[in-house]
Every structure is written in structure tokens, then in C-alpha cells.
């Protein structure tokens, strides 16, 4: 980073700083100025989907309808740090390229949302939408199912729905159609709702947390959607023996629970302290119990909260927020926060393990492969490899290379000589089940032969990397400086190991970054 690059990076935080001040006045000038700082951001993804402005979290009630994607997400309107929440909305015909909508909902003064708009899911009742999720509001101590700091909250589960072809408009239902949690259950959060239709029956789950004993997945049903009846602890920390010896926090709550047929088997997912997990195994329908058989994390790195939908040829989509990791008082003068990860779509392996690989529909975003000649030797290779860039930190990097006896090493770094690497890739033969990501080992169910496979996507102030579709680890990096980075690779290691290493420069998905 040269001085000139410093200075004019710190001028445009400190204006942006002053433009997010402004923003929550809602100035329309300050709009314009500050859309204008975001676009000259170089943190700020290009091929990711994000609001224009603000603080995003959580996917909510991703649908396919009516020819289109819809995406809602957690988001406070009035700055880039989270906090009164309402629902954002997109539309889209191919989960890459969005139009941003209005806000779908609002807390209502005076309503069981009053205090916010939480995390909650569509379904098609007859054809139309309906969304249920958990408004909140302000309780006395006595009353509360969850606290925030030194606030209580009331969570109950709402209910509304569309006639709009867009689902532009919602109309609320004015009380809750579950007011409270089960009788006697004294729960530390009861939030998320998540149904789905199975025979004559809707069925729903919540997710909770039991008081010293951990976090819960309440099981609901209904045949209208509207009057639900408790049925059982679906799956928890105490239940199907998974997890249970683990050391726990008594607050603990498990967050944002889905739960979905896929392939041979049943999935569970859920998120809590920070990390989203899935669990496969058996359902027994007529009992409406789950026996788990294996389980496992989503994504190791920044990545909460993911949501499923099914796409318009039925695959299993699933979407996750990826947090800022870097302080609050730098993502708040940005004026943006969070981001949506690329759709993955999950598959169930002949294993029972979750098989998880980015959408097809992303490689249209891809131009100018650089692809690796194998057929020239050690030396020319290396060379190749030393001339391949990924420029404005925006592209997709394949790599395939043979398990044999010979370490490899591949790094993704910055041109200035001795830059820190972004992300480390390694493979040892003494250790043939396992990569490790950032020296982080992890174990990967390679078939017998199979080639270590490595997909990463780079996109301004984030990485998303898979492993064999078994693994997904999302990294975040914020340059410094006022420009986007150009990337390279290094290799250490034999070159003679390479199946194939392709680069792709990816292209954005709006002209002014502002994802619309
Ligand atoms: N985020 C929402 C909650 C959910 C949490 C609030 C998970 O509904 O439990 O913004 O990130």
C-alpha cells in the first residue's frame, strides 16, 4: 500500500463515517454519497448479493414463486450495526443477479413485532404465500422467553401473508399464532419458526434452549397453519445422544432450525455460539422422532444462521449470512454489514454426510480462465503458476491434484513480496485423510484414489472455500488501502501432482456494486 492509497482510504472511512450519521437522518443526499463511497469500496463484495446500504443477517424465507427467487434477510434500515429488524426483500430469476424490493415487513407499534421482526420461513398454503416468524417485544423479566443484554424480550411466532404476484405486501395477522412456549418449559430463546407440509399435516419447528440443559428444537403441528399444537423435543443437546458431553453454556439456544427430507435421509440444521451444524439421519413418521446418525458443521469459518428453499428443479438450496469479523466501528463507517453466501446446494452422500457444492448457475459470472498447460514440465509450470493473477479480487480458482507421496502447499496472496497469505491450502501424505485449511486440519472421506479438490471463491472482503464438497470454510479479509487487490498463487511442492488448476476472473453482478 502506498501513502497516497493510505490517505485516500482513511478520507473516504472518515466520510463514510459522517455519511452513516447522516443516513439514519435518511437524507437523500447523503444517500447518494454514501451509495457513491460503497461503490469505491474495495472490501465491498461484486458478486455476492447484499442490501445497498446497512446491516443485513440472517436469510429468511428463501422461496422460488411465480417464476422467481425471493430473498428476505435480517436488516435494520436505519445504519450498518444490527438492530431494529425488519425483512429485507430481493428478487431474482437465477440466484446471482437481484433487484433489491421495499422492506417486506416492519414491526408494528403496539404489536407482538413491535420491537422486531426476527427470523422466519415461507411456505405455499393453497398456492399463496404465508410466512410465520417471531416478532418481538419488550417484557417484563417474568414474561420474557429471551433475553438481549439487559433487555427482555417477548418472542412469539407471527403469521403473515401475500396476494402480491411479487410478494411485495404482507398482511399481518394482529396476534400470534403461538403466543407462548409450552407449558411448564422454562426456555432461554423461542424463535425461528421453520414448517413444512408432510401428509394431512403442517408440521414446525422452533428453536429453544432448556433452561440448564441446553439448546432444543421444539416440534409444533397444525392443519391450518394458524392453530398449533405442541408435539415433543425434536432433537437437543440431551436428545439422540448427540453432543451431550460436550461442555455447554446454560444459555445455550439453538437457532434458526430446518428440518428436510434429502435423498434417502432426513436433515436437521441449526446454529448456535457462532458456529451452524446439520445432523442426518432417520425419521420415524408415524412416531415424529428423528434418530441422528451423523452430524457435522455447515461451514467452519464466518458463517451463521443458513436457511434452505428448493430451487425450480428441486435441489436443496441453502443460504447463510456471513458476518463481519472485523470491529464494529469500522463496518459501521463502511455503511454496509453482512453478507449473503453463494447459493449451495446440498446433497446427501451414499455416507449419510452432507454433500455441499455452489450452484451451477454461478459459473455464468465466469470470464477469462486461466488454465494450467500440464504437458510442459516441472519448470515451465512453475512459471505459469507464478504469472497467473486474480485482479480486483474478484474470481473463482479450481484446483485438483493427485493424493500420492508428495506434500503440496498452494497459498492465495497479495503481489507485494512476503504478504501474508489470505488462505493456505495444504496436503501431507502422512495425513491422507485430512487438508489442512490455514493449518487447521480437517478430515475429508476421500474415495479410494480420489483427487483432493479445492473450489474458492474471492470476492472483495471474502473467500468462500470447499474441499471435495465435503467441507466449506468462508474467510474474511479487509484490504487496506483504497484500491482492490490483484491476487496470485504460490506453489510449493512438486507441480507433477496438478490435475488441473484453472483461475477465472468473475464478473460483478451490478454495474455500482450496490448489488441492485
Ligand atoms: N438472528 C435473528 C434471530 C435468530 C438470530 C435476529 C440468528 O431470529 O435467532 O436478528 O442469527
Not at 405442541?230 to 439456544?253: C, K, M
Not at 485449511?437 to 480420489?450: H, K, Q
Not at 464438497?469 to 468462508?474: D, G, M, P, R, V
Request: one cysteine or more; proline letters at 6%; aromatic letters at 10%.
Amino acid at each position: 500500500m502506498n501513502r497516497r492509497n493510505f490517505m485516500t482510504g482513511m478520507a473516504r472511512t472518515a466520510a463514510l463515517a459522517t455519511l452513516a450519521k447522516c443516513l439514519s437522518a435518511s437524507s437523500a443526499t447523503a444517500k447518494v454519497l454514501l451509495a457513491t463511497g460503497i461503490a469505491a469500496d474495495p472490501r465491498r463484495p461484486q458478486f455476492h448479493f447484499l442490501p445497498a446500504f446497512n446491516w443485513m443477517n440472517d436469510p429468511n424465507a428463501p422461496i422460488y414463486f411465480n417464476g422467481r427467487y425471493h430473498i428476505f434477510y435480517q436488516y435494520n434500515p436505519n445504519g450498518a450495526y444490527w438492530g431494529d429488524m425488519h425483512w429485507g426483500h430481493a428478487i431474482s430469476s437465477d440466484m446471482v443477479h437481484w433487484k433489491h424490493l421495499p422492506m417486506a415487513l416492519a414491526p408494528t407499534p403496539g404489536g407482538p413485532d413491535a420491537d422486531g421482526c426476527f427470523t422466519g420461513t415461507a411456505v405455499l398454503q393453497d398456492g399463496r404465500a404465508t410466512i410465520l416468524y417471531t416478532g418481538v417485544h419488550a417484557a417484563p423479566a417474568d414474561q420474557a422467553t429471551s433475553k438481549d443484554g439487559p433487555h427482555s424480550l417477548c418472542e412469539t411466532q407471527c403469521l403473515a401473508t401475500s396476494d402480491d404476484p411479487e410478494l411485495r405486501t404482507w398482511s399481518k395477522l394482529a396476534t400470534p399464532v403461538i403466543s407462548a412456549p409450552p407449558p411448564g418449559m422454562q426456555v432461554n430463546g423461542f424463535r425461528d419458526p421453520s414448517p413444512w407440509r408432510q401428509g394431512d399435516w403442517w408440521y414446525l419447528v422452533i428453536g429453544s434452549g432448556i433452561a440448564n440443559q441446553g439448546g432444543a428444537v421444539l416440534l409444533y403441528k397444525s392443519k391450518d397453519l394458524r392453530n398449533w399444537e405442541y408435539v415433543s423435543i425434536l432433537a437437543g443437546r440431551n436428545q439422540n445422544g448427540a453432543r451431550t458431553f460436550d461442555a455447554f453454556d446454560p444459555w445455550e439456544v439453538w437457532e434458526c432450525p430446518e428440518f428436510f427430507s434429502l435423498g434417502e435421509r432426513h436433515v436437521l440444521i441449526y446454529s448456535t455460539s457462532g458456529k451452524a451444524f446439520w445432523q442426518s439421519g432417520v425419521l420415524d413418521s408415524a412416531r415424529m422422532t428423528f434418530r441422528a446418525e451423523h452430524s457435522g458443521i455447515l461451514d467452519y469459518g464466518s458463517y451463521y444462521a443458513p436457511k434452505t428453499q428448493l430451487d425450480q428443479s428441486g435441489n436443496r438450496i441453502l443460504w447463510g449470512w456471513i458476518p463481519e469479523t472485523r470491529p464494529l466501528e469500522e463496518f459501521k463507517a463502511a455503511g454496509w454489514a453482512g453478507l449473503m453466501s453463494l447459493p449451495r446446494v446440498l446433497s446427501m452422500g451414499s455416507d449419510g454426510l452432507l454433500r455441499i457444492a455452489v450452484a451451477k448457475e454461478i459459473e455464468q459470472l465466469r470470464r477469462q480462465e486461466q488454465r494450467l498447460d500440464l504437458t510442459v514440465g516441472e519448470n515451465l509450470c512453475r512459471s505459469q503458476i507464478a504469472s497467473m493473477r486474480l485482479e480486483v479480487c474478484s474470481g473463482e480458482i479450481l484446483l485438483q491434484a493427485r493424493r500420492g507421496s508428495d506434500p503440496f502447499e498452494m497459498a492465495l496472496c497479495e503481489l507485494a513480496k512476503d504478504a501474508a497469505p489470505w488462505v493456505t491450502v495444504q496436503y501431507h501424505p502422512l495425513y491422507p485423510g485430512q487438508v489442512s485449511i490455514d493449518a487447521r486440519p480437517l478430515t475429508v472421506a476421500f474415495g479410494d484414489g480420489e483427487d483432493l479438490e479445492i473450489r474458492m471463491y474471492i470476492d472483495g472482503s471474502v473467500i468462500e472455500v470447499f474441499v471435495n464438497e465435503q467441507i466449506a470454510i468462508t474467510r474474511r479479509f479487509y484490504c487496506s488501502g483504497g484500491n482492490p487487490q490483484n491476487l496470485h498463487l504460490r506453489w510449493q511442492g512438486k507441480t507433477a501432482v496438478i490435475a488441473r488448476l484453472s483461475l477465472w476472473q468473475i464478473s460483478p453482478i451490478s454495474a455500482d456494486r450496490l448489488t441492485t
